[in-house]
């Protein structure tokens, strides 16, 4: 099974309450990943973790948490929704994250609407 | 800091056409390119990767692409679209913590 499962696929959150997003993967891939996708954008890297160790964009540090309990789970925590959040958040693993020819799978993505 | 440019925002192409989508990319080091293709309600899909070696690689269906060093770029074609390849076609650059990837181009195949 090489999927990347995602729920909800679909989130209403209100402005200033918290989100939090679901992610798993039965790959055992060591690397997962958070992607932001906004409409007319390119799917920007918000952070990933290479097996326990979290890595975050310098420019999305503040904005984003995220928790990975086990090899198989990761979550997306946003502590106070703004509209900005608004966006499709993909999730995505890896079995070596160290590696650039590696590759990447993909879940369906959980579109985020904020009001 | 490594960037992918993809020009064509949309292409519309008659099915049975080729299909040509460009890419050019920025990066100062050695490139791990990719082509992802995202489906309508799907999630993204790797096509084909290069990394070194033979300038043409060939992906799933039918897909293939070239890698240019000298023009920065990472072409992908197809010689015979069918109405099933109309999806969203992202170009990516890898730089080992995660992808870059191009704007996308959406295709439109139309009997």
């Known amino acids: 099974d090489t999927t990347v499962k995602q729920n909800p696929r679909y989130k209403l959150a209100r402005v200033g309450k918290p989100v939090n997003l679901i992610c798993s993967q039965t790959?055992?891939?060591?690397?997962m990943y958070w992607y932001q996708k906004k409409p007319n954008q390119a799917p920007k890297l918000l952070l990933f973790?290479?097996?326990?160790?979290?890595?975050r964009e310098a420019d999305t540090f503040e904005k984003f948490q995220s928790s990975r309990p086990n090899n198989s789970f990761c979550s997306l925590y946003i502590g106070s929704a703004g509209l900005e959040y608004s966006a499709m958040y993909l999730c995505?693993?890896?079995?070596?994250?160290?590696?650039?020819?590696?590759?990447?799978?993909f879940g369906k993505g959980t579109r985020l609407t904020v009001v | 800091a490594q960037s992918v440019t993809q020009p064509d925002a949309r292409v519309t192409v008659s099915e049975g056409a080729s299909l040509q989508l460009r890419c050019k990319y920025s990066?100062?080091?050695?490139?791990?390119l990719f082509w992802y293709v995202q489906y309508p309600r799907q999630g993204l899909q790797m096509l084909l990767k290069?990394?070194?070696?033979?300038?043409v690689v060939q992906g799933v269906n039918g897909f293939e692409a070239e890698f240019s060093k000298s023009d920065s770029s990472f072409h992908l074609r197809k010689a015979s679209v069918h109405w099933s390849d109309s999806a969203v076609y992202f170009c990516?650059?890898?730089?080992?913590?995660?992808?870059?990837f191009g704007l996308g181009t959406r295709v439109s195949v139309f009997p």
């Open positions: 995505a693993s890896s079995r070596d994250g160290t590696h650039a020819n590696t590759e990447v799978f």
């Open positions: 790959m055992n891939h060591d690397t």
């Open positions: 973790y290479y097996d326990k160790i979290l890595n």
């Open positions: 990066y100062s080091a050695t490139p791990y």
């Open positions: 290069y990394y070194s070696g033979d300038p």
């Open positions: 990516a650059v890898s730089y080992a913590q995660g992808l870059t």
